[in-house]
């Protein structure tokens, strides 16, 4: 008769340790291996999940959680190695020991400070504040490494080209002197030895700091239309253009000399694009507005 299969299941929280242990079966012994899911972190807990059968001939996967809280859950360490685990939600993370595996294996868990052989980097969300003519911009972060490491880049969309605004320092914080425009903002973090690494990336409208147009007006000034625009800063430079959708041809009002937030348009009738623009000093377009302005009746609007 066959023999018959055991699983043997212990667990041992009180001391920090829990145990799977897959029965040899001696038809198979080669495909026997053995689970000890010691806890580095005592808040722990590690379960099997799925249906496997014996010996191994399915992939085993485990799921951690930790009491601690998503935040501090940052790996696994199996076999003396740390490791990324797969299908992070929350404070549950899982790993996967593949079909066929033999032989002993340790599996732990638990937060960065707790994994002696190595560092661990994680980048945890981007912050920025607008300055004078600029965006500074950091990243909140998590490490055991005194002395991590930070790169910054940004990715133009319009001319799909990466700009590397700040390389390789100890600041997770950089000012960015961008022109406006749509971005994808990138951020690197390794450890001092650099063998840790990580990074993160969002969508990011840039604007330059409180060099941004705060305020606009067009309306009638007698026969004349009067244009108005302000911008944070006060020394931001203010253009303003106009668009003939008639002829399909701009008229610049103004130059980059301009200090007035105020000009008068003599237009004929037709239909037109209103367009504002703020510069900072050094001479980046910081900020646009544009608007449809239809030149028949004398008409007032604010923005």
């Known amino acids: 008769m066959k023999k018959g299969l055991a699983i043997i299941i212990s667990t041992m929280l009180m001391v920090g340790q829990s145990s799977f242990v897959f029965a040899e079966d001696t038809s198979k012994e080669e495909s026997t291996y053995t689970v000890d899911t010691t806890l580095i972190c005592n808040a722990a807990t590690v379960t099997p999940i799925g249906v496997y059968t014996y010996p191994s001939e399915q992939s085993a ?14 790996g ?16 549950t993370m899982e790993y996967t020991f593949p079909a066929g595996t033999v032989g002993n294996h340790t599996l732990g868990a638990g937060i960065a400070s707790d994994f002696p052989d190595g560092y661990y ?11 004078g003519d600029s965006i500074a911009v950091g990243s909140a972060y998590y490490t055991q490494d005194s002395n991590p490491q930070f790169k910054w880049e940004v990715y133009d969309i319009a001319k799909n080209e990466w700009t590397t605004i700040q390389d390789w320092s100890s600041s997770n914080w950089v000012d960015w002197k961008g022109e406006n425009g749509d971005y994808w903002l990138h951020c690197s973090m390794r450890s001092e030895d650099k063998l840790a690494t990580t990074s993160q990336t969002m969508a990011f409208h840039y604007v330059a700091g409180n060099s941004q147009i705060t305020g606009t007006y067009a309306g009638w000034d007698a026969d004349k239309i009067l244009l108005g625009v302000t911008a944070g800063n006060s020394d931001a430079t203010l253009q303003f253009k106009i668009y003939n959708l008639d002829t399909k041809q701009w008229v610049y009002l103004t130059d980059s000399k301009n200090t007035s937030n105020w000009i008068t348009w003599s237009p004929e009738q037709g239909n037109y694009w209103v367009h ?9 377009l910081a900020d646009t507005r544009t608007y449809c302005f239809a030149v028949n009746t004398p008409t007032i609007f604010t923005n």
Do not use: H, I
């Open 276 to 284: 504002y623009e703020s510069y900072t000093p050094d001479g980046r």
């Open 76 to 91: 696994f360490e199996v076999d003396g190695k740390l490791v990324e685990g797969t299908n992070k939600s929350g404070n």
């Open 121 to 131: 980097v994680q980048l945890k969300g981007f912050t920025w504040e607008y300055r």
């Open 61 to 74: 996967t485990y799921t951690l959680t930790n009491a601690y809280g998503g935040e501090d859950v940052v």
